[in-house]
Structures are given as C-alpha cells and as structure tokens.
C-alpha cells in the first residue's frame, strides 16, 4: 500500500536536486512525478495525465451514479415489462452493469477536461513558477521521506498525504 506525498518546492533546480535524492532513498523513478508551469527537462518525470485531471474521480463517480440509474431502470422493466416480453432478474442486473459501464464512461469524458480538484491548493503556487512534486511511497516510508525533504530542502512546502491511491493511474 502506498501514499502520495505533495511537496511545492521553489524552482526547477531544487526540483532536480530532490529527484536525485529521492532516487539515492531507493524511491523508484517511476513513483516520482513533477507538475510546472513551464516545461521540465526531459530526465525528470512530469506528472501524468490521470495526476494532472479528475478523471479517476469523474469515473468513480459516474459508475456509482450509472449503476444506481440501471438498477432503477432494471427494476422498472421488472414492474413494468414491456408487452410480450418476461423479464427475469437478470435484467436486473444487466441495467445495473450497463449504466455503470455508461455512466463511468459519461462522467469520465467530462471530467477529463477538468483540472485535478486534489491539486487545486497548489494551482497559485504553480502558476508563480514553483514546481509541484508528487511521490509516492510505501506507508512504512513516509516518514523517512518526509524527514529527507525537511533536511535537505528548507524551503520546501509540505502538502500532505493522499490517503488512497487509485490501482491504475
């Protein structure tokens, strides 16, 4: 199980710097991931584009919403079923993982167009010009993680800890 740690660091060589030192903490490359205004040199990960919108969420979000729609739908057609046709309970079921299916895909075309509402508190900060660094770390790291930045980067923000990190992204 892992945790997402944000860090707002002050420019793109301190961010460079704690990329090396994370690395030298046995901190995989690919659990590192940075978010600037401008562009990044191309040996430091940039943040992906399940980080940078709300897509995962507007996903979530919209199965939920989709798979209670189809189980209402479903138990209509039980009710109520349409002339000529017996409805079994199976299409109880199918209404509810056909309107999850639709609407996560729904809810996740629209909500890729939207910023991630997790990075909303560092938008201000990015768009100075500080770089946002997001790592992920085993639950037994992040303190020792937390430690590492403290003492080797005063001028560092800490951001907080992400409690669930989606399986995917």
Do not use: C
Request: charged share 20%.
């Amino acid at each position: 199980m892992r945790r997402r740690l944000y860090f707002m660091l002050p420019d793109i060589p301190s961010a460079r710097a704690m990329l090396d030192e994370l690395l030298l903490a046995r901190v995989e490359e690919r659990y590192i991931h940075f978010m600037a205004k401008d562009n990044l040199p191309h040996d430091m990960p940039e943040a992906s584009f399940f980080q940078k919108t709300d897509l995962v969420h507007g996903m979530e979000l919209g199965m939920v919403v989709g798979a209670g729609a189809g189980l209402l739908a479903g138990t209509l057609l039980l009710v109520f079923p349409p002339e000529g046709l017996e409805m079994r309970t199976i299409a109880l079921l199918v209404a509810a993982i056909g309107g999850a299916f639709f609407g996560s895909w729904v809810s996740g075309m629209a909500a890729a167009a939207i910023p991630n509402s997790r990075l909303k508190p560092f938008m201000q900060e990015i768009d100075s010009g500080k770089v946002l660094l997001i790592v992920d770390v085993p639950l037994g790291k992040v303190k020792q993680i937390e430690e590492l930045i403290a003492t080797r980067h005063p001028a560092y923000r800490y951001g907080g800890v992400e409690p669930h990190i989606p399986a995917f992204p």
